[in-house]
């Protein structure tokens, strides 16, 4: 058990510690990271809006074409076994579908790939650090990648695609920047590597709408903005008026809302967290923990 408690993954039916997880060289997942998946948090020993991850989950397998054999509520309970048997209170829980390996020697048919599920998970993830972020965190525009095209490789469904974000990262972590902001090739703003984004006017709160993965946290965000009497838009944001804003904050299953306090050089909220997106990340951890939203880890 104390093993499982840095992490787990559930593979074939089976609990087995992380370290011992691994997928066969030639599986596609690994060869073409051909690969759909998605990550719900748990937090507080309870899965946050668990029937809207999986739900996204499956619509990624439909559109990607991968036949796990597995339903909704399949799904949902190898998760509740596998965190269960982590004993993790607060994790990060993958769910994963690869296109498997092709049995037929050379086989460049994507329709002979044995596709196989496989879920794991460890403690919870913040992508920028909870001092870090709710001092305001740093973001760094690419400049020699865009975005990859939504008709060539869909953001909608959640991919293991990342050349695109990599190349950005390496010109942010260059420069000393905790992360990166790709723009697609009309010139607006999309998203970063497993984050959504959101530019503030006044009251007004505004998201991409297309390009972009949908969110979970952003829809929460949506929600919230409802709640907390914040106007809010999907809309296309480009980059002109993206620098007007008042406020930028990130929104992330890792971490929730993170508020942003430098894009380039120029210094958004004073070069500090601005009150709109300081506001809604305490919300989110008030709204992460309310029993609306939550399903129970069953541990034994
Ligand atoms: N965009 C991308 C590319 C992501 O990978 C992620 C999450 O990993 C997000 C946005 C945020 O989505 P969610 O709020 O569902 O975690």
Redesign the pocket.
């Known amino acids: 058990m104390t093993d499982l408690n840095q992490g787990a993954a559930w593979m074939g039916g089976q609990i087995i510690p992380i370290t011992d997880a691994a997928i066969p060289v030639t599986d596609w997942g690994l060869t073409h990271s051909d690969i759909a998946y998605d990550?719900v948090p748990v937090w507080r020993g309870a899965f946050f809006r668990l029937d809207d991850y999986v739900t996204r989950f499956i619509a990624s397998l439909t559109a990607g074409r991968y036949d796990i054999g597995m339903d909704h509520a399949a799904i949902c309970a190898a998760l509740q076994d596998m965190v269960a048997a982590s004993r993790l209170q607060d994790a990060y829980v993958a769910m994963v579908a690869a296109r498997g390996r092709n049995p037929i020697a050379g086989s460049r048919d994507p329709r002979d790939c044995a596709n196989h599920f496989y879920a794991w998970c460890v403690p919870y993830v913040h992508i920028v650090k909870p001092d870090a972020a709710a001092q305001g965190t740093s973001v760094w525009i690419a400049k020699s990648v865009r975005r990859i095209p939504a008709d060539s490789v869909n953001?909608r469904v959640?991919n293991y695609h990342w050349g695109d974000f990599t190349s950005g990262l390496f010109e942010a972590k260059d420069r000393g920047f905790e992360t990166t902001l790709l723009l697609d090739h009309q010139g607006n703003v999309t998203?970063g590597?497993?984050?959504?984004v959101f530019a503030v006017f006044g009251d007004k709160v505004v998201t991409p709408d297309a390009g972009?993965?949908h969110?979970?946290?952003?829809q929460t965000v949506l929600d919230m903005c409802a709640e907390a009497g914040l106007t809010s838009a999907v809309r296309p944001l480009p980059l002109e008026e993206f620098w007007g804003a008042d406020e930028v904050f990130l929104?992330?299953?890792?971490g929730g809302v993170i508020p942003v306090a430098r894009v380039d050089d120029r210094h958004f909220s004073n070069g500090a967290a601005g009150p709109v997106a300081t506001g809604l990340r305490q919300r989110y951890f008030d709204w992460i923990a309310r029993d609306t939203h939550r399903t129970d880890v069953l541990y034994p």
């Open positions: 990550v953001p959640k998203e590597p497993g984050f959504n972009v993965l969110g979970i946290t952003r929104s992330s299953s890792g």
